[in-house]
């Protein structure tokens, strides 16, 4: 890899900037000041520092997100916060996105990467990697909900949904729930279809990966 392509995407920079850097000698590969930005490096062997500090080699940016309501999972938009404006900036690279959706009023664990490979394989239906959910309902939970997530829900508009599984817990207003696809409100639209309603909804798994209970409300890892 180019030296100026290597220390532009690690340091969020334009290859431009990166080459300017370069140029005045304050990036070194193995500690030498090459001043070349076409030099060609191996990103996975060579040390390669900024005005002395070493920069880690991250290929792919794989970000945990305790996501708040009011913002919403994309990459930009005009009115609303998304979740790439949440990231700090020493995590921030572009072609980060977030792979799948939770609506604007849903909180939990969003998953934001820019390896799309790694976000087909927890997005796509194929996949079957499970999200887990906790809801907060509107009316009390009924004993018979578990069965009937696991028979498999139709949704409103005929929608069939894959058996899922829902765990009732000592709060009958608190269920968790257990999917592995991600049709659209599906989690509030299976509510409806048992004849409740979801008052909120939090995320805290994706696949074997729980959400990082450390992190507040709009905080990465
Ligand atoms: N199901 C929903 O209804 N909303 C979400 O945000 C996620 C799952």
Known sequence: MRLDKFTASQKNISRKEAGELIRRGRVTVGGIAVKKPDMQIDPESDEIALDGMHILYRKNMYIMLNKPAGVICATRDELSRTVTELIPPELYRKGLFPAGRLDKDTEGFVFIT?????????????????????????????????????????????????????????????????????????????????????????????????????LALGECR
């Open 114 to 214: 820019d390896d799309g490979e790694t976000a087909h394989r927890i997005t796509s239906p194929a996949g079957h990697v499970e999200k887990e959910y906790i809801a907060a309902l509107e009316s009390p939970a009924k004993e018979i909900y578990p069965r009937l997530f696991a028979e498999g829900l139709v949704i409103d508009g005929g929608e069939k949904c894959l058996p899922a599984k829902l765990i009732l817990t000592e709060d009958d207003r608190v269920v968790r729930i257990i999917l592995r696809e991600g049709k659209y409100h599906q989690v509030k639209r299976m509510a409806e279809a048992v004849g409740n309603k979801v008052a909120s909804l939090k995320r805290v798994r994706i696949g074997g990966l729980w959400l990082d209970e450390g």
